[in-house]
C-alpha cells in the first residue's frame, strides 16, 4: 500500500509563504508525475501544481510566479513553496502520486 504522507499546512497571514511537504512511500517515486491538488470549501479539487518524472512543472494560472514545485528522488519527496499567498489560496491541499495515489490532505488558511 503506497503511503503519501503531507506536512506543512498552517495560518499565515495575507502575503506570508507556506513550504508543503511531501513524503511517498513508493519505490517507483523517482519514474512518477507527482501533482499539488487543493479544495476549498464548496469548490471542486484542481490541480495547483505538477511536476514530471523528468522534472518538468505546470502550474494554474492563479498560483503561476507565486508557487514552486519540486522534487527531491534521492529522499522520495517532493514539496510546493507558496509565496504571496492570499485569501482566495485557503484551501485543503493534497500531494498526489499520478495516477493513483492521494495524501491525507493539509490545511492551508490565509487570514488577516
Known amino acids: 500500500q503506497v503511503q503519501l504522507v503531507e506536512s506543512g499546512g498552517g495560518s499565515v497571514q495575507p502575503g506570508g509563504s507556506l513550504k508543503l511537504t511531501c513524503v511517498s512511500s513508493e519505490n517507483t517515486f523517482s519514474r512518477r508525475a507527482m501533482g499539488w491538488y487543493r479544495q476549498a470549501p464548496g469548490k471542486r479539487r484542481e490541480l495547483v501544481a505538477g511536476i514530471s518524472a523528468d522534472g518538468k512543472t505546470k502550474y494554474v494560472d492563479s498560483v503561476a510566479g507565486r508557487f514552486t514545485i519540486s522534487r527531491d528522488n534521492a529522499k522520495n519527496t517532493f514539496y510546493l513553496q507558496m509565496n504571496n499567498l492570499k485569501p482566495e489560496d485557503t484551501a485543503i491541499y493534497y500531494c498526489?502520486?499520478?495516477?493513483?495515489?492521494w495524501g491525507q490532505g493539509t490545511q492551508v488558511t490565509v487570514s488577516s
Open positions: 498526489k502520486s499520478e495516477p493513483l495515489y
